[in-house]
């Protein structure tokens, strides 16, 4: 049982370039996440699955895409990427335990922007 | 909206002190609210999670508890170890509608825990 796995774990990119990072986890959950977490700003969310087929934008969702591919799997795409994009990203995703949701995570991918 | 907030920032003991981290909340309807530990270059861990209906909860030598409406929870932490230094971060779930929930995150707290 891997839990939350995710690929690459780094990446550098130079402006403009585009890459998809992969999430898979195989505890099936129904709700997945990505998040970015950049120094002195905390981790934010940038899209979520709430289930399969189903996708929603997060706090801050510009200049990202996301696919829910199943049930399992859930990718994150820079089309045009940007120094600003430059961070950690995590996936994460979540189950009812029967005294509430808890949320577990990926080890990351640490993306640099050059 | 949601602002959740850790103080202090930094936070460093001598071994085998007790410890307690705050973590504040702006918004207190909440469905939980989850403390993880993060150790550096790594993912988040999972170490307690609060149903908004209970005030403790309890493991090992962490013990978490929430003040739903004060908006405050704290992660009292015994005997510390230097094994326990990590940054330690509070989140708070809520309902965002349509059926999601979502979490908000503190900053955290880096916790140094000198031998």
């Known amino acids: 049982n891997a839990g939350v796995t995710q690929t690459p774990k780094f990446q550098v990119l130079k402006t403009g370039q585009s890459m998809t990072l992969q999430c898979a986890q195989d505890m099936n959950h129904n709700s997945m996440y990505w998040y970015r977490q950049d120094p002195g700003m905390g981790l934010r969310l940038i899209y979520y699955s709430a289930s399969e087929g189903t996708t929603d934008k997060g706090e801050v969702p510009n200049g990202y895409n996301v696919s829910r591919l199943n049930k399992r799997e859930f990718s994150l795409r820079l089309e045009s990427a940007a120094p600003s994009q430059t961070s950690v990203y995590f996936c994460a995703s979540s189950e009812y335990r029967g005294f509430g949701y808890e949320q577990y995570f990926g080890p990351g991918t640490r993306l640099t922007v050059t | 909206k949601q602002e959740v907030t850790q103080i202090p920032a930094a936070l460093s003991v001598p071994e085998g002190e007790n410890l307690v981290l705050n973590c504040s909340f702006t918004?207190?309807?909440?469905?939980?609210l989850q403390w993880f530990r993060q150790d550096p270059g790594k993912g988040l861990t999972s170490l307690l999670l609060?149903?908004?209906?209970?005030r403790e909860q309890t493991s090992g030598r962490l013990n978490a508890s929430l003040d739903k409406s004060s908006g405050r929870s704290t992660l009292y932490i015994a005997a510390s170890q230097p094994g326990d230094s990590a940054t330690y971060l509070c989140?708070?779930?809520?309902?965002?509608?349509?059926?999601?929930?979502?979490?908000?995150f503190g900053k955290g707290t880096k916790l140094s825990v000198i031998p």
């Open positions: 918004d207190s309807a909440i469905y939980n």
């Open positions: 989140a708070v779930r809520y309902y965002s509608g349509a059926g999601s929930y979502q979490l908000t």
């Open positions: 609060i149903q908004s209906s209970q």
